[in-house]
């Protein structure tokens, strides 16, 4: 069965970076768009970015576009999230999670059908 699993989260200082990893299992990564979500405390899940079988990639915001860089290669079944001048406001738990389609359209969680288990990232001073 398909499984995605997230690594890489932790704590940084405002302004680090990390690299968040979506090692994928059981589907052909390479028919699929990836997402990435976060859901801070007490909040609710919010889209981040999802990138499409081509490499092409979409964000919520222009803040998350200039500073959060998305990835895949297929060869290794791997989405990698790269997020650089974190701020405070990113703390949460990221998931990535499998679209039922190879494109980005209508990333709303309910077009995702297999989800990871999530990476704490913690920004703090």
């Known amino acids: 069965q398909p499984q995605l699993v997230e690594s890489g989260g932790g704590l940084v200082q405002p302004g680090g970076s990390l690299r968040l990893s979506c090692v994928t299992s059981?589907?052909?990564?390479?028919?699929?768009?990836i997402g990435w979500f976060r859901q801070a405390p007490g909040e609710g899940r919010e889209w981040v970015s999802c990138?499409?079988?081509?490499?092409?990639?979409?964000s919520y915001t222009e803040s998350m576009k200039g500073r959060f860089t998305l990835s895949r290669d297929n060869a290794k079944n791997t989405v990698i999230l790269q997020m650089n001048s974190l701020k405070p406001e990113d703390t949460g738990v990221y998931y990535c999670?499998?679209?039922?389609?190879?494109?980005?359209?209508?990333?709303?969680?309910?077009?995702?059908?297999?989800w990871g288990q999530g990476t704490q990232v913690t920004v703090s001073s």
């Open positions: 059981g589907f052909m990564l390479g028919d699929h768009a």
């Open positions: 990138i499409n079988v081509s490499g092409g990639t979409t």
């Open positions: 999670a499998r679209h039922t389609k190879s494109y980005c359209s209508a990333s709303v969680p309910t077009n995702f059908d297999y």
